[in-house]
């Protein structure tokens, strides 16, 4: 159950990796709520494990012992199957290095996601043409990715996002491949989304900019969180 | 050089998976190969002419089946010698056909038996192949030549005709005629012929099939039996050179002992060839399709992996080429990797099925002419080395080509 | 269908026709699923076919070359079943379904069949032996010999072919009995059997030439020699002691009569030593009455041994080759297509190599593993349509070659020489095509578990 407008809660959440005959304990007793429509930056040096962290969040591991809330499911205990159906409803990707299929245009590359649930062709369509809109690409729709800029792909990578229409929206380092204008026109339209369409957004990042543009930062620290800073009040 | 291998080395153990697949790939083709070019070197071997030691064989003019009468028997033995000049064969052997079946009235395969009535002795100096056997095998012919001529029911079996009509050595079996009617005959298996060639076949003793025919007559109220004069069905002579064949040839056909029917006389491999003719275009679809298209094949499956290669590994490349590899090097490179691949596994594809067809199958049964089984012949390592070479080499000029035009901006600009 | 017409079967005039029907369902039903399983596949998988079509596009080189190799491996495949299933079609095809062919007892073929003159005079008395419209009865008497003929060989090597010749009592009776006919223009021969040569002096002693009528195959292969498409009527040849003349052509293709030279009995069965007929073949009412005759001949007839059966038994007996050649050839093909598996394997190995983001990116925005697995797979079964499709395109150009070869029942069953065409029918295609989706699935379903098995996170790094 969703409770208090908490779209993410996080309970006694440890993640350990086996690496060889070493453990290595990534996450330990992390708890953390991210409120529905929050802008929430994840920050830490590399190995902090705001990468694994988001991760849980976005259902694509499980913790090794805690639960995993997520728009009042607990994911920490869906299968993997499960999970994959779940992800494709609830949450849209952003990924550092677009990750767009380069054979497909980016109108395709939009329609995946849509290609797994039960839509009409004509439905499909219409959801495409928004999410193009959205992030301004409509005169972009037959070209393939190798034919766009950095900064277009990524547009292309968020309609990909954001075409399901989920509540939750993940991103991986989304400006780390950019140069700064393209990276600040990819923050703007972050937050444009987050506004116009109540997204929640979880953003891991390096880049202090761009986490700046967040309602709040949360610090990781050998799994731990740390400190949490409050850039804007929340929504 | 050595480094030049030593690197092609690594570079193979690399990708294992598309090595190891490649040169599976390869092993399998080359194994067919190998079967098709046995078959064909076999088939040009019996019929390509020899110059010396040849044998010659008498038949009937006209008709198949050859059928001529026992009479000739002797006279052809000779080569139709009748001056003090002509010239006579070394040796001789007649064969009669004598086909039987274990019961009456059956006709399946498992229950017929071919056997060739010959003299017992010629078995080990005129018959193809028998007389080149390895010393136990000669020792045990040699044992069982003895067994017939003491013997007249005594019957020699190939080991697969053998398993087939479910009997052993010691066994006697009576055979019932399907070619001379009313001629059954009982016989006591007294020994195996050597496998291969003969491993679907019998041999018995002339003797005794000529004493039954003449013998006929007496139970039939005087009649002669219908083949008594169509017995004798082939003669071999054996002839030191074709000079002295054309002789021997020649007294045959100016003799006056054969009018009716009239005879010919021509060598072994041109008689084969004869019947062959009807398989040309078999064999040459064997040659000249199967054969090359199994080549083409092969070469298309060794140049997509090496061109796969060669496409991952385009940045290495570049970065060769920056630390100062000619071209021409990246080109021997690519070559020597699919030229090491083609080779080896060219190599044990042939000595594999070298080793596992003649020793282990007994041959390969093909159902061409009259040969009931093909050995794999020593060539075939060579085949299998030429083979690999060659559709390597064909198959990775082209990826080799455009490792050595790779562009090192090029490369570099894509990678970033 | 009699010979006649079977060279006119709509299997040979148009092929697409022959598509719509005649389809072994052993064929028919795997493929089926095969195609039914591909729809499916492409329906559930999701993952659009387009994404991996165009990255074979992409990869054009590799695609060229794996598909190239299916489409070799896959003609090869199609011409040789194609000329097994010609010599299938001259040993179902050259027997009259109403024909009864009497040997004598324990022969396994008629060319070591020996029937008397006087002890078979009556055979044809049978009452089950259909009677033409004077009462007389459908029964052809023959003797059946092979002759060998010296040939021009390469190397000036003496070289010899062997003819098949028929000795015919009443050529007419014996064409109505086997349903042949003659190519207009040709007559059959005379009671006499002979004639004089054309265009020769015409003295009275000059040695008459002896009427022949040859099949289409042995008119083409004696024509061949001396650079004719065929030999005509008209046309001298030597066989044996004596020179023929070519009196008609018989419409044979596809029979193995269609191999043979047929000439008066009473001049051919001397000419080469044999003084007995080797079979008479006796019309009766249809394939039931064919089997009543010859189980009734083979065991009341007391004037000799007779061995009788139906004709089309007698021949579907020689088809012995036939099966040892498919034996062979399904052998030869499948190591062959063993080869290409390895081939496309490199391919999709190397494809999905080249593609773990794409699949790591894929896994992540949802996609399941098997919808992974069935993409990759499909993508290995476009390689070997086409492939496979080219090759049966390939193969089929060799419809209607001919070729020579030797039909037998096997080991000592004597055989006949034959000049056929090879069939490259519905089967033999549909066959090539089963073979090379058969070699995509094998090939491709490794490396589609491979990739199914990629850890997405680990796939994106």
Not at chain 2, 358 to 380: C, D, K, T, Y
């Amino acid at each position: 159950m969703e409770s208090d407008g908490m779209i993410v809660q996080i309970r006694g959440v440890y993640k350990s990796f086996t690496r060889g005959s070493e453990q290595l304990d990534v996450l330990q007793d992390l708890n953390l709520e991210v409120p529905r429509g929050e802008f929430l930056a994840l920050m830490g040096p590399s190995g902090s494990g705001k990468t694994t962290l988001l991760n849980l969040i976005a259902g694509l591991d499980r913790p090794s012992q805690g639960e995993v809330w997520v728009g009042g499911q607990l994911i920490s205990q869906f299968s993997e199957s499960q999970l994959a159906r779940w992800r494709t409803r609830h949450i849209g990707f952003v990924f550092q290095f677009y990750h767009l299929l380069p054979v497909m245009t980016a109108y395709e590359n939009i329609e995946l996601p849509l290609l797994l649930l039960p839509l009409s062709g004509s439905q499909r369509k219409r959801q495409v043409m928004t999410a193009l809109e959205l992030v301004g690409l409509t005169n972009r729709i037959s070209h393939r990715p190798g034919q766009l800029s950095g900064g277009q792909q990524q547009r292309v990578g968020i309609a990909r996002a954001i075409v399901t229409d989920p509540a939750l929206i993940v991103a991986d380092e989304p400006t780390g491949d950019l140069d700064a204008k393209s990276a600040s026109e990819i923050l703007d339209l972050l937050c444009e989304l987050r506004e116009s369409m109540q997204k929640t957004i979880l953003l891991v990042t390096h880049d202090a900019r761009a986490a700046q543009r967040a309602h709040r930062i949360q610090y990781l620290d050998k799994g731990r969180l740390v400190s949490n800073e409050v850039v804007m009040p929340g929504p | 050089m050595f480094k030049y291998i030593l690197l092609i080395g690594k570079n193979l153990r690399r990708n294992l998976l598309r090595t190891t697949l490649t040169a599976l790939g390869t092993m399998v083709l080359v194994f067919v190969v190998t079967l098709v070019w046995s078959v064909l070197d076999l088939l040009d071997g019996v019929m390509a002419e020899k110059s010396s030691n040849l044998k010659a064989i008498v038949t009937e003019r006209w008709q198949i089946p050859s059928q001529m009468p026992f009479a000739y028997a002797l006279s052809l033995g000779e080569g139709a010698a009748r001056s003090p000049g002509d010239v006579r064969p070394q040796d001789s052997m007649t064969w009669q056909f004598f086909g039987g079946a274990l019961a009456p009235g059956v006709r399946s395969r498992e229950d017929l038996v071919f056997a060739f009535a010959m003299e017992p002795k010629k078995l080990a100096t005129m018959m193809d192949d028998l007389d080149n056997l390895p010393a136990d095998l000669a020792r045990e012919l040699q044992e069982n030549i003895r067994k017939m001529e003491s013997n007249r029911q005594a019957l020699l079996v190939g080991p697969k005709k053998l398993a087939q009509i479910h009997k052993q050595v010691g066994q006697r079996i009576k055979l019932y005629s399907i070619n001379y009617r009313e001629i059954n005959l009982e016989f006591e298996i007294v020994g195996l012929l050597p496998p291969g060639r003969y491993k679907e076949t019998a041999v018995m003793n002339r003797d005794y099939l000529n004493a039954a025919l003449d013998n006929y007559p007496r139970t039939h109220a005087g009649k002669k039996h219908p083949m008594a004069a169509k017995s004798l069905n082939l003669v071999w002579l054996r002839v030191p050179d074709r000079e002295q064949f054309s002789r021997v040839a020649d007294q045959i056909a100016n003799s006056p002992l054969y009018g009716d029917p009239a005879v010919k006389c021509e060598t072994a491999s041109s008689g084969i060839a004869s019947f062959l003719e009807a398989y040309r275009d078999l064999i040459w679809g064997l040659r000249w399709l199967l054969s090359p298209a199994i080549l083409v094949t092969l070469s298309l499956v060794i140049s997509n992996a090496i061109s796969i290669s060669v496409r991952e590994r385009r940045p290495e490349m570049a970065v060769l080429k920056v630390l100062g590899f000619r071209p021409t090097q990246l080109l021997i490179l690519v070559l020597g990797e699919a030229l090491g691949i083609g080779i080896l596994a060219g190599l044990a594809s042939a000595g594999t099925t070298y080793f596992v067809v003649n020793q282990w199958l007994g041959g390969v049964s093909f159902p061409i002419a009259f040969f009931p089984v093909f050995f794999i012949p020593v060539s075939a390592f060579w085949w299998g080395l030429g083979i690999g070479a060659v559709t390597a080499l064909a198959g990775s000029i082209m990826p080799a080509w455009s490792a050595r035009t790779v562009n090192v901006a090029d490369v570099f600009s894509k990678v970033t | 269908m009699s010979v006649s017409t079977s060279m006119f079967s709509h299997q040979h005039v148009s092929p697409p026709l022959a598509l719509a029907w005649r389809l072994p369902p052993e064929l028919t039903i795997p493929l089926g699923i095969a195609l039914a399983v591909l729809v499916l596949l492409v329906i559930v998988g999701k993952i659009p076919l387009s994404y991996n079509v165009r990255n074979l596009a992409v990869r054009w080189r590799t695609t060229v070359l794996t598909a190239l190799a299916f489409t070799l491996v896959i003609s090869l495949q199609t011409v040789m079943l194609g000329f097994v299933a010609g010599m299938n079609k001259l040993t179902d095809e050259s027997g009259q379904p109403g024909n009864v062919m009497v040997l004598s007892d324990g022969a396994l073929d008629e060319l070591v069949s020996n029937l008397g003159f006087s002890e078979t005079a009556d055979v044809d008395r049978h009452p089950g032996v259909v009677r033409d419209q004077q009462g007389e009865p459908l029964a052809s008497r023959e003797v059946y010999l092979v002759v060998n003929q010296p040939v021009s060989g390469t190397a000036g090597r003496q070289q010899r072919r062997f003819v098949q010749v028929r000795g015919i009592e009443d050529p007419v009776v014996a064409a109505r009995v086997h349903g042949l006919e003659l190519y207009p223009g040709g007559a059959w021969f005379s009671d006499a059997g002979v004639q004089s040569q054309n265009g020769s002096s015409g003295e009275a002693e000059q040695e008459q030439a002896v009427q022949a009528v040859l099949g289409e195959g042995v008119a083409g292969q004696l024509g061949n020699d001396r650079g004719q498409e065929r030999l005509e009527v008209g046309d001298v040849f030597d066989l044996g002691p004596r020179k023929w003349i070519v009196v008609g052509i018989m419409k044979s293709a596809g029979s193995t009569f269609g191999s043979e030279i047929w000439g008066k009995r009473s001049l051919v069965g001397p000419m080469f030593g044999k003084e007995a007929y080797s079979s008479i073949v006796l019309r009766t009412r249809d394939a039931a009455a064919a089997r009543s005759v010859a189980d009734d001949l083979t065991t009341n007839y007391k004037k000799a041994a007779l061995q009788a059966q139906p004709e089309t038994e007698y021949f579907s007996k020689l088809s012995e080759t036939n099966r040892q050649f498919t034996v062979a050839i399904v052998f030869v093909a499948i190591v062959m297509a063993i080869g290409g598996v390895f081939g496309v394997m490199n391919t999709m190995f190397a494809a999905i190599s080249g593609r773990t983001q794409d699949i790591g990116m894929l896994r992540i925005l949802g996609f399941a593993r098997w919808q992974i697995l069935v993409s990759f797979f499909l993508e290995s079964l476009v390689i070997s349509l086409v492939g496979g499709l080219l090759g049966c395109a390939v193969g089929f150009m060799a419809d209607g070659w001919t070729a020579t070869s030797i039909v037998s029942g096997g080991q000592g069953g004597g055989g006949k020489f034959v000049v056929l065409e090879l069939v490259i029918g519905a089967e033999t295609l549909l066959a090539g095509l089963l073979l090379a989706l058969a070699m995509g699935a094998i090939g491709g379903v490794l490396p589609a578990i491979a990739a199914m098995r990629l850890k997405p996170l680990e796939s994106l790094r």
